[in-house]
Each structure stands twice: as C-alpha cells, then as structure tokens.
C-alpha cells in the first residue's frame, strides 16, 4: 500500500522530545520495508491551548479525521490547571476520542527479562509477565450524562453518571474475545456486579458474548479483587476487559509491574481498526527540556500502530525486535537504570539512536 497518512500530535511537555525519536524509527522502517507512509505534525492539547485557545482545534480534529493512524507524544501539565474544565488538555484527548470513535483502548504490561529486577514487586512474581487490558473508552462515567455541580439544600453537589448500553458492552467484549483468542484464550472480565447496577448487565452480556468464543475461556472477576491480584499474582492474568473507569486505574496500576511506566505503550482503536497510539506514561513537566526522557514507550507505540492499524508485522517485528536487543545490550534512560554493572545510562537521543542501530543491525 502507499500514500498512507500519520498525524503526528507532538503535544505537551516531554511529548516532542519522545515523538521526535519515534518518527526517526518510523522513518528508517518506512524507508526499509516500502510502508508510503507520509506524516503531518498538528497542534494538539495544552500547546494548541497556548497557541490558539482549544487543545483540540477544528483543523487537528478534521486532519486526524483524514488520516490513517494517529501518533501522540503527551499532553497536559500544572500550568493549564487554572485554565477553564472544557479547555484543559484532557478535555481535548476525551474529544478526540469521542470524536473519533476510538472505543477499544489496549494497554499492554509486557516485563523485559532485565528489567525484572526494576518492578516493585519481587522478581518471581513477575518474571515473564505478559497481559493485556482492554479498557472501555468512550463511555462510562466519563461521558454519562447527567453530569455537573450544583446547588442542593444550600450545599455545593458534585454528581456523574456510570451508563453503558448492551451494545457498548458487546462490541468490547468481542474485541477482548478477538484479542484473547490471539494470545492465551483466557479472558477475565472485571466489573462491580455484586454493588453496581451496570456491571450487572455488563457481566450478562459478556456471558452472551462467550458463546460465540467457545474457545476462549471467560472468568469474572470484581474490580476491588483485581486490583489485589494484580500485585499478588499478576501472572494469571491473560487479557482482561473492563469499563472506562476500571481499566483506567488498573492498567496504571499494571503499568508499574513492569518496572517503569516509560516502556509501556498503548492503542485506542475505532469499529474499524483505525486508531491513536500514545504512550502510557504523562507529559513529566519535572524533566522536560533536559533531554532524558525515555521514548521507548513512544517507539513501541508506532510499533503498535504498525501492527493493529497499518497491518505492516514485519516492520512491527523488527522495532519490537529492536527495543529488546537494545534491553539486553544494557541501554537504559534514567527511569530504567538500576545502576548495575553493564548498564549504560543514556539521554533521549543516544536510546533513539541505539533503537535505529539494533534495526539496522537486524536487517
């Protein structure tokens, strides 16, 4: 295929820093494998806020609406706290995401064998670890309606609404039974079923949804629980699928088992497969600036992207392949680097340097 189109969302703080390597990554594999990728660099979040009032501007929003894939860096930051709720840099992402109709959010927690000894759990708890966490994105408590703060009785009333309809539901329990039936045919559904009147109906649906994965073994789980099992024996988990709220604190929480927050990538995807990759981690204001940033989450988000929208595995393989030799050879950012022999400590460009080496190499 050619003449494919990537919009680039630099973004906010360490954002630009951690998709400029990225976009060195993708433009040796464009170049090796043939992909006809093209890219078009758009404002978006805090930075589009400082420059022309809206984190999402019309002209991002009908751009993405165009492309192929989306590429985000990070978005948000303490400066733009003070800035009116529906024009922070979060309210442009929920936009983007609700716009676009990216429902499916996949999020990853893959430990790199040296890197076990940077979890914070022991390292036989997590040795080997690989799962992933499919999290409902455009509906829940974010987006339910009714919404707001007002005035009850004299007293200031905060109030959101958790709403899912069956279709909702079903469309990603079938992408969780897709994803499971690819990996180990093992899918925990988490939910609040024994408290919460949608988890109730989220957990029948998923039942229904089962009988046409006969071969997917389906398991519930409460969301309380889950997040105990996730420090205590986070390996029995394959693939879990849950709502927006839930999966948004879970897979924060799975994130960490992986040693750094900084390796973790992540996908959000529409009906269509089409979708907006980022990494996991924030924009880190604290480092900003300094070089230091580790984009091996950005890297393999454009990894992620290559795989599940553009259908290019083998480009996918070799950055995958890549990050992995760069693991073992000891190259390490700040975030990663335990300080052991053989390490080698490295800014934002050498690690973006040494991913282009190891594809080289591969190739």
């Given at each position: 295929?050619?003449?494919?189109?990537?919009?680039?969302?630099?973004?906010?703080?360490?954002?630009?820093?951690?998709?400029?390597?990225?976009?060195?990554?993708?433009?040796?594999?464009?170049?090796?494998?043939?992909?006809?990728?093209?890219?078009?660099?758009?404002?978006?979040?805090?930075?589009?806020?400082?420059?022309?009032?809206?984190?999402?501007?019309?002209?991002?929003?009908?751009?993405?609406?165009?492309?192929?894939?989306?590429?985000?860096?990070?978005?948000?930051?303490?400066?733009?706290?003070?800035?009116?709720?529906?024009?922070?840099?979060?309210?442009?992402?929920?936009?983007?995401?609700?716009?676009?109709?990216?429902?499916?959010?996949?999020?990853?927690?893959?430990?790199?064998?040296?890197?076990?000894?940077?979890?914070?759990?022991?390292?036989?708890?997590?040795?080997?670890?690989?799962?992933?966490?499919?999290?409902?994105?455009?509906?829940?408590?974010?987006?339910?309606?009714?919404?707001?703060?007002?005035?009850?009785?004299?007293?200031?009333?905060?109030?959101?609404?958790?709403?899912?309809?069956?279709?909702?539901?079903?469309?990603?329990?079938?992408?969780?039974?897709?994803?499971?039936?690819?990996?180990?045919?093992?899918?925990?559904?988490?939910?609040?079923?024994?408290?919460?009147?949608?988890?109730?109906?989220?957990?029948?649906?998923?039942?229904?949804?089962?009988?046409?994965?006969?071969?997917?073994?389906?398991?519930?789980?409460?969301?309380?629980?889950?997040?105990?099992?996730?420090?205590?024996?986070?390996?029995?988990?394959?693939?879990?699928?849950?709502?927006?709220?839930?999966?948004?604190?879970?897979?924060?929480?799975?994130?960490?088992?992986?040693?750094?927050?900084?390796?973790?990538?992540?996908?959000?995807?529409?009906?269509?497969?089409?979708?907006?990759?980022?990494?996991?981690?924030?924009?880190?204001?604290?480092?900003?600036?300094?070089?230091?940033?580790?984009?091996?989450?950005?890297?393999?988000?454009?990894?992620?992207?290559?795989?599940?929208?553009?259908?290019?595995?083998?480009?996918?393989?070799?950055?995958?392949?890549?990050?992995?030799?760069?693991?073992?050879?000891?190259?390490?950012?700040?975030?990663?680097?335990?300080?052991?022999?053989?390490e080698k400590t490295v800014n934002t460009n050498e690690m973006g340097d040494a991913v282009l080496a190891a594809i080289h190499a591969g190739?």
């Amino acid at each position: 295929m050619s003449n494919r189109k990537i919009v680039v969302l630099p973004g906010d703080g360490i954002g630009p820093e951690i998709i400029a390597q990225a976009q060195r990554v993708l433009d040796v594999v464009n170049d090796s494998f043939k992909l006809g990728l093209s890219t078009q660099v758009c404002m978006f979040g805090g930075a589009a806020y400082d420059k022309v009032g809206s984190p999402l501007p019309d002209e991002t929003l009908a751009a993405c609406r165009e492309a192929d894939a989306i590429l985000m860096g990070s978005i948000g930051g303490p400066k733009y706290d003070a800035a009116p709720r529906e024009l922070r840099p979060e309210r442009g992402l929920l936009g983007l995401r609700s716009q676009l109709g990216l429902f499916a959010n996949l999020r990853p927690a893959m430990l790199y064998p040296e890197l076990a000894e940077s979890s914070s759990l022991k390292t036989e708890l997590v040795a080997g670890l690989d799962l992933m966490i499919l999290r409902e994105l455009t509906g829940g408590i974010y987006f339910g309606q009714p919404r707001g703060i007002e005035t009850r009785d004299g007293k200031r009333v905060g109030f959101n609404t958790m709403v899912y309809n069956e279709d909702e539901i079903r469309r990603i329990g079938q992408r969780g039974f897709e994803i499971a039936r690819q990996r180990g045919s093992r899918l925990c559904s988490v939910d609040k079923a024994n408290v919460l009147e949608v988890s109730e109906l989220w957990r029948e649906v998923m039942i229904d949804v089962a009988k046409d994965y006969p071969d997917v073994e389906l398991s519930h789980m409460y969301v309380d629980n889950a997040a105990m099992q996730l420090v205590r024996a986070p390996k029995q988990f394959d693939v879990i699928v849950t709502s927006n709220l839930f999966g948004d604190i879970l897979s924060d929480a799975a994130a960490m088992l992986t040693g750094s927050i900084g390796m973790l990538p992540s996908a959000s995807l529409d009906e269509q497969g089409k979708g907006l990759y980022e990494p996991v981690h924030g924009s880190a204001p604290d480092i900003t600036g300094q070089g230091i940033a580790n984009p091996l989450a950005t890297i393999l988000s454009a990894s992620m992207m290559l795989r599940y929208t553009l259908k290019e595995s083998a480009a996918a393989d070799a950055i995958e392949s890549a990050v992995s030799r760069v693991i073992a050879d000891g190259y390490r950012c700040a975030d990663i680097a335990a300080g052991v022999r053989g390490e080698k400590t490295v800014n934002t460009n050498e690690m973006g340097d040494a991913v282009l080496a190891a594809i080289h190499a591969g190739a």
